[in-house]
C-alpha cells in the first residue's frame, strides 16, 4: 500500500469519529480509515472522509509508513487473541511514534455473572474477543512493548444501577438499561472496580513531549 499522503491510520474507522478525534487530539494531519463493511466505508465517504475497505487483519502495511495508528472499539470485533496479537504487530510496524487503542471493560465479567449482572455490550453477536487489560498487557509485554499505559474511562460504577449493566435474563445485543422493556434487576454495591472501557497507549520511541494528556475518549461506534 502506498500510504505517503497519509500520518496516521484508523483500524476499524466504523463511521468517522476516530479519524476526527486522530486530527483534533493527536495533531494528526491526514488519515486513512480501514473498515470491512462497505456500508460504514460508504458513511464515512459520504462525510468526505478518506477510507478504504479491506480487512485490517490481512494487509501487509508497510514498516514506518505512518506517525500513530488508532485501534478504538475494534479489537473485540476480531476473531480471537491470535488476531489481536497480529493486528497489534501490524500497527507497530507501520507507525513510528505511537499506538492509541479504546475498548470496552471485559475485566469484570466473570464477578458481575456471579452477581447476576453483565455489561449491554457483553453478549453483543459482533463481540467475538473479550479482551481484557490483563491479556492486552500480556500481548504488548510480549511483543517488547514495555511503554504503555492503561487507563480506565470515568465515572466508575459503584452499583448496578447504572444503565450500561444488564440482569443476565435480558437478551442479547441491547442497548442500555430501561426498565419499561427490560427485565427487572437487583439493586447490588460492587466490591471490585468497575469502569465502562479502557484506554491504551503505546509510545514506540521517545517523542520529547507527554503522549498520554488526552481530554477524552473516542464515542463507540461513532
Known amino acids: 500500500m502506498d500510504l505517503s499522503k497519509f500520518d496516521f491510520l484508523d ?35 459520504e462525510q468526505g472522509l478518506e477510507c478504504l475497505q479491506a ?37 507497530t510496524r507501520v507507525a513510528t511514534d505511537f499506538i492509541y487503542i479504546q475498548g470496552p471493560f471485559f475485566d469484570e465479567d466473570e464477578y458481575l455473572r456471579e452477581l447476576g449482572f453483565k455489561f449491554f455490550y457483553s453478549d453483543w453477536t459482533a463481540h ?11 500481548i504488548l509485554e510480549s511483543q517488547g512493548l514495555r511503554d504503555y499505559e492503561m487507563r480506565y474511562t ?23 438499561y430501561d426498565p419499561t422493556i427490560h427485565p427487572a434487576k437487583q439493586h447490588l454495591t460492587f466490591s471490585r472496580p468497575i469502569y465502562p472501557e479502557f484506554t491504551c497507549t503505546v509510545q514506540l520511541r521517545d517523542l520529547g513531549y507527554d503522549i498520554y494528556r488526552r481530554p477524552t475518549t473516542i464515542p463507540a461506534n461513532q
Not at 14 to 43: E, H, P, Y
Not at 133 to 138: A, D, I, M
Not at 154 to 163: F, G, I, K, M
Open 11 to 45: 483500524f476499524g474507522g466504523s463511521k468517522g469519529a476516530s479519524l476526527r478525534f486522530g486530527v483534533k487530539f493527536f495533531n494528526g494531519k491526514r488519515g486513512l480509515a480501514i473498515d470491512n463493511s462497505a456500508q460504514k466505508v460508504q458513511t464515512m465517504k
Open 55 to 91: 480487512d485490517v487483519t490481512q494487509l501487509d502495511l508497510p514498516a514506518g509508513a505512518v506517525r500513530f495508528v488508532i485501534m478504538s472499539h475494534f479489537l473485540e470485533h476480531l476473531p480471537d487473541l491470535a488476531a489481536v496479537k497480529e493486528t497489534i504487530s501490524s500497527a
Open 128 to 138: 467475538t474477543c473479550h479482551l481484557t487489560t490483563r491479556q492486552l498487557s500480556g
Open 154 to 176: 470515568l465515572p466508575r460504577l459503584t452499583d448496578s444501577a447504572d444503565p450500561q449493566l444488564h440482569p443476565l435474563n435480558s437478551q442479547h445485543n441491547q442497548h442500555q
